[in-house]
């Protein structure tokens, strides 16, 4: 992992003497042209976060089931459930032991999961979804062995430590293997290779779900259009129930982190109140308030601003 970092920390300074940009040579080592520097012990430390399934990788700490219980209502019950049954389409964290061999197997923290490590280290890197990587260590083990204990795995009485955790044994611990088949360890043989010049792209995958070709509606109900103002165009409403779906569902369907649900008007209403330019100000830049936070773009930097505005005119014009 070291020498992986080492060399994105080399790759990222030499583009920057690309640009133009001054910058320290502190070493200068075979292979590396004189550009460069090898990546210090605190920038490797910032990315080197992963814990292994040995318990490598762990930091100091402990948290009991029952602190993880209060972090975890306060934090995680709004998308995954009281029990971790999840709520709405948001993933079940627990349950569904003995149905991978079913033709719908429910692949659970406790029914699919083979290491205890996956699940700190996903909490740490990843959660909340609203605010990834703002956990302490000692929330990540008191959630971590919460969700083990939602799972049968540990008693109410437990405290999950540093120390402790490579004796944490997950239900499908041998589920998991290597695989030992012959054509899946090949090597490239990079001989007699194709031209590139000859290779015609002839489509692209630019995401998950394309927001570039948005469908417009055939039929609009009139009741919802005279709702919407003269200078909120039929385009620009049809773009942003896109964008909703695919950037902003994910909270304001649910009501996560205090994100006021769509159609619900009284929710909506102060908020309409102020004006669709704040509303627009807060959904671009981020806001806080009593009620909960909206991260900037909703947490999607790669959306403009004007689609963000869209998807607040679709918004709007559903709620109120």
Not at 23 to 34: A, F, L, R, W
Not at 141 to 147: E, G, K
Request: aromatic share 10%; hydrophobic share 35%; with cysteine.
């Amino acid at each position: 992992m070291y020498s992986w970092h080492k060399k994105l920390a080399f790759i990222a300074i030499a583009g920057l003497s690309q640009l133009g940009i001054s910058y320290t040579v502190y070493s200068q080592e075979p292979g590396y042209y004189n550009l460069g520097r090898t990546a210090t012990e605190v920038e490797i430390a910032g990315w080197d976060i992963d814990v292994r399934p040995d318990g490598k990788g762990l930091p100091p700490g402990s948290g009991s089931v029952s602190h993880g219980e209060v972090v975890y209502e306060a934090k995680c019950a709004a998308c995954h459930g009281p029990f971790g049954e999840g709520a709405g389409r948001w993933p079940k964290l627990a349950g569904g032991f003995g149905t991978l061999t079913a033709e719908r197997p429910e692949k659970t923290v406790g029914s699919y999961w083979p290491y205890a490590s996956t699940l700190w280290d996903y909490i740490h890197r990843a959660m909340p979804f609203t605010a990834p990587q703002s956990l302490t260590d000692d929330e990540t083990y008191a959630l971590t062995a919460y969700v083990l204990y939602l799972n049968d795995i540990v008693e109410d009485d437990f405290e999950l430590t540093q120390s402790n955790f490579v004796e944490i044994e997950m239900p499908n611990k041998d589920g998991f293997f290597v695989d030992t088949r012959p054509d899946v360890k090949n090597t490239a043989c990079m001989e007699n290779c194709k031209d590139p010049a000859s290779i015609k792209v002839t489509s692209a995958i630019k995401g998950i779900t394309p927001l570039q070709h948005v469908e417009k509606r055939q039929k609009i109900n009139e009741t919802n259009t005279t709702s919407i103002e003269d200078s909120t165009s039929l385009e620009t409403i049809n773009q942003g129930e896109t964008i909703y779906k695919n950037a902003c569902l994910v909270c304001h369907g649910q009501g996560v982190a205090g994100a006021p649900k769509l159609g619900e008007k009284a929710m909506w209403e102060k908020r309409i109140s102020q004006g669709i330019e704040v509303l627009e100000k807060h959904a671009i830049n981020g806001f806080s308030g009593e009620s909960g936070t909206m991260p900037a773009k909703g947490g999607n930097q790669d959306l403009t601003e004007e689609e963000v505005k869209s998807a607040v005119a679709y918004m709007v014009e559903k709620s109120q």
